[in-house]
Every structure is written in structure tokens, then in C-alpha cells.
């Protein structure tokens, strides 16, 4: 991946347009896929920086927004995924998930960890997507889910 920078853009020499955005990581699903709806995806949302945003906005991204169309938090957000089967039923591989030094992780990566992840941006009948390809992890905050014996409700 780039070095640490904003917003690059980077091509595989063919016809793959890559993209590289650099934020922090929100609802990160990228080791194991979110079941909870389907279709089941690997993926997460990476607030940016304004700069960042303007240039994803560009290429027809959109951030995200809740329900009456306001931004969701308080700096510019993206959602990548990845879906965890093929059309055909096959799965997919999980998006690769690498420290700083690109050494292959395993670990639950939490809310606010530094990350760049690079994504390939495409076009549907639905509109300006990108499929999410990697996450390097530049500062883990690692997810640690919550004791439910020690909770007070």
C-alpha cells in the first residue's frame, strides 16, 4: 500500500483502478464476514479527512448519511465492502488485513484504529461503489467485545 498520505490513485497497469483512503476504521468486519444481514459482507466505514472526501466524491462515492440524508458523523465517512459469496454461491476471499510492515494479521480491528485501505471502485445499475481489497492497520485499537456478567442492565 502508499505511503502515508491522503487520497492516491494507483493502477494495476490493466484496466483495475485502485484507490487508497486513509482514516480511521468504524464497524470493522474484515477477518470474519457480518452475518447479521444479507448478503453477508466483509467490510467497514473509514472517517477521512475533507480533502479525502471531496476526491471520492469525485469518482461518484457518496458518504454516509442517516435517514434524512444529514452525514452521520462528525467527519466525512465512506463504507467499503466486500460480499462474502459470488453470485455462483463460492465464497470470497476476506479482504487481507496487514500491519505496517504488511505482515499478515488476525485480530478484531476497533473503532478508531488507524488504517489506509485500499478499495476498487465500480459502477452497477445501482449506482458508484467500491469493493474493499485490503486494510493496513497504522495503529490498532483492537475490538474487545463486552463482559455481559459485568454489565448493569
Request: aromatic share 8%; proline share 6%.
Amino acid at each position: 500500500m502508499p505511503p502515508k498520505t491522503g487520497h492516491l490513485i494507483q493502477t494495476d497497469g490493466g484496466n483495475n483502478m485502485y484507490e487508497y483512503v486513509k482514516g480511521k476504521a468504524m464497524w470493522a468486519n474484515i477477518t470474519s464476514p457480518n452475518t447479521r444481514f444479507q448478503p453477508h459482507k466483509y467490510g467497514l466505514t473509514v472517517l477521512t479527512d475533507p480533502d479525502t472526501a471531496s476526491k471520492l466524491e469525485g469518482i461518484g462515492l457518496n458518504q454516509v448519511r442517516d435517514r434524512a440524508g444529514q452525514p452521520k458523523y462528525d467527519e466525512p465517512a465512506f463504507t467499503f465492502s466486500k460480499r462474502a459469496t459470488r453470485n455462483d454461491g463460492t465464497a470470497n476471499a476476506a479482504p487481507k488485513l496487514v500491519d505496517t510492515d504488511g505482515a499478515d494479521m488476525d485480530v478484531s480491528v476497533g473503532n478508531g484504529s488507524e488504517v489506509v485501505v485500499k478499495i476498487k471502485p465500480y459502477k452497477n445499475d445501482y449506482g458508484q461503489f467500491a469493493e474493499l481489497m485490503a486494510v493496513k492497520v497504522e495503529n490498532l485499537v483492537e475490538y474487545v467485545e463486552g463482559d455481559s456478567d459485568n454489565e448493569e442492565f
